[in-house]
Antibody, heavy 118, light 107 residues
Framework: QVQLKESGPGLVQPSQTLSLTCTVSGFSLTSYNVHWVRQPPGKGLEWMGRMRYNGDTSYNSALKSRLSISRDTSKNQVFLKMNSLQTDDTGTYYC????????????WGQGVMVTVSS | DIQMTQSPASLSASLGETVSIECLASEGISNDLAWYQQKSGKSPQLLIYAASRLQDGVPSRFSGSGSGTRYSLKISGMQPEDEADYFCQQSYKYPFTFGSGTKLEIK
């Protein structure tokens, strides 16, 4: 069945780089787009960026200068790297699969909580 | 960016009551509107897409409507398991944007 699972460090120091991995199963990264979405504690959802099935990427302009999304199709993994982290980058980071012409998120990972603190 | 204004921010309903949540887009989004339910400590789950289409497995008491810039989610007959946060999301243009959320509690 379709699964996505995020992994990465729970604690990152301010000004450092965050590296997260989304490992997927049950579908191919060459057939579906995968997105990253984050959620500060107790707040709403923010779309961060997308890895398209063909390898193209798209980023939220608010994060574009700090954000990079890449993939390894042989390992079924999508990667997120974001530099210059600050305390307001604290939150839960999700990867999610895009489905259909309406581009909805039909499957989500469990999320990984990232705290930015010294 | 398209702004999604969601209301109310919080809502309290009795079991069996019908509730509605609204989202207003800052420009027309051509029904590219989805609703997600997020229970405490869990990931969001897709309820409705294309403004009014029910995702497989979602109870029929959930329904969506709207067009242009105004959209709504209705729960016909509140159940205990419906206590959650609800978010709308537009996928008409990048960057995809979400409403600020509605916290639905049982009265």
């Amino acid at each position: 069945q379709v699964q996505l699972k995020e992994s990465g460090p729970g604690l990152v120091q301010p000004s450092q780089t965050l590296s997260l991995t989304c490992t997927v199963s049950g579908f191919s990264l060459t057939s579906y787009n995968v997105h990253w979405v984050r959620q500060p504690p107790g707040k709403g959802l923010e779309w961060m960026g997308r890895m398209r099935y063909n390898g193209d990427t798209s980023y939220n302009s608010a994060l574009k200068s700090r954000l990079s999304i890449s993939r390894d199709t042989s390992k079924n993994q999508v990667f997120l790297k974001m530099n210059s982290l600050q305390t307001d980058d604290t939150g839960t980071y999700y990867c999610t699969r895009e489905f259909g012409v309406r581009r909805v998120f039909d499957y989500w990972g469990q999320g990984v909580m990232v705290t930015v603190s010294s | 960016d398209i702004q999604m204004t969601q209301s109310p921010a919080s809502l309290s309903a009795s079991l069996g009551e019908t509730v509605s949540i609204e989202c207003l887009a800052s420009e027309g989004i051509s029904n590219d509107l989805a609703w997600y339910q997020q229970k405490s400590g869990k990931s969001p789950q897709l309820l409705i897409y294309a403004a009014s289409r029910l995702q497989d497995g979602v109870p029929s008491r959930f329904s969506g409507s709207g067009s242009g810039t105004r959209y709504s989610l209705k729960i016909s007959g509140m159940q205990p398991e419906d206590e959650a946060d609800y978010f709308c999301q537009q996928s008409y243009k990048y960057p995809f944007t979400f409403g600020s959320g509605t916290k639905l509690e049982i009265k």
